[in-house]
């Protein structure tokens, strides 16, 4: 079993800046089976950033450009770096962990408000 702790989330203004940590409560295969997703007041579950084959990174198109998804394999930490943030950039954030047989951990998640 593995647990999922995320952090920093928490209230800013348009234009700023917040960082997203997720760490895992052991060491898991690689950092690269984790990611984002976003709920966000009255909405589905999104997928945020997420890392794909080889060296590549994933993001939803409203968020290209702006964040970044990055990890510390020693720590078994995945980072959500986001810049420039807007309100509808306002839910919950949930790390998950996809073991290579399908099955998903998630986080409990972390609120990200963002005032205009």
């Known amino acids: 079993q593995v647990q999922l702790a995320e952090s920093g989330g928490g209230l800013v203004q348009a234009g700023e800046s917040l960082r997203l940590s997720c760490a895992a409560s052991r060491s898991i295969f690689s950092i690269r089976l984790m990611g984002w997703y976003r709920q966000g007041p009255g909405k589905q579950r999104e997928l945020v950033a997420s890392?794909?084959?080889?060296?590549?990174?994933n993001y939803r198109d409203s968020v290209k450009g702006r964040f970044t998804i990055s990890g510390d394999n020693a720590k078994n930490t995945v980072y959500l770096e986001m810049n420039s943030l807007k309100p509808d950039d306002t839910a919950v954030y949930y790390c998950?962990?996809?073991?290579?047989?399908?099955?998903?951990?998630w986080g409990q998640g972390t609120q990200v408000t963002v005032s205009s």
């Open positions: 890392f794909g084959s080889g060296d590549t990174t």
């Open positions: 998950y962990l996809r073991r290579p047989d399908g099955y998903v951990y």
